[in-house]
């Protein structure tokens, strides 16, 4: 069966860094474009970034831009989130799915805490 399975959360200090990885399992992943979405508390969940299959086109939101960047190893079945110069907004649950625009599938997710 399909699985999405995220690890690399944490807690971290503004202006820090961190980097997310989801390992995925039970499909062609080569085949499938790849997203990261967050949800903080009280609010809904947000695309954060999307690669296309052969990593050649990335789509990242507007907050996270010049700070975030999302990679893949399609030989890993892994999708990439680093996490760079991280705020106390950034503070959210982060999620991998499957899919661009269709989503279809969705990890557990990791925790990302941004204090000092």
């Known amino acids: 069966q399909v699985q999405l399975v995220e690890s690399g959360g944490g807690l971290v200090q503004p202006g820090g860094s961190l980097r997310l990885s989801c390992v995925a399992s039970?499909?062609?992943?080569?085949?499938?474009?790849m997203s990261w979405y967050r949800q903080a508390p009280g609010k809904m969940r947000a695309l954060v970034a999307r690669?296309?299959?052969?990593?050649?086109?990335?789509s990242l939101a507007d907050s996270v831009m010049g700070r975030f960047t999302i990679s893949r190893d399609n030989a890993k079945n892994t999708v990439y989130l680093q996490m760079n110069s991280l705020k106390p907004e950034d503070t959210a649950m982060y999620y991998c799915?499957?899919?661009?625009?269709?989503?279809?599938?969705w990890g557990q997710g990791t925790q990302v805490t941004v204090s000092s």
């Open positions: 799915t499957r899919g661009w625009t269709t989503l279809d599938y």
């Open positions: 039970g499909f062609a992943f080569s085949n499938y474009p």
């Open positions: 690669i296309t299959t052969d990593g050649a086109n990335r």
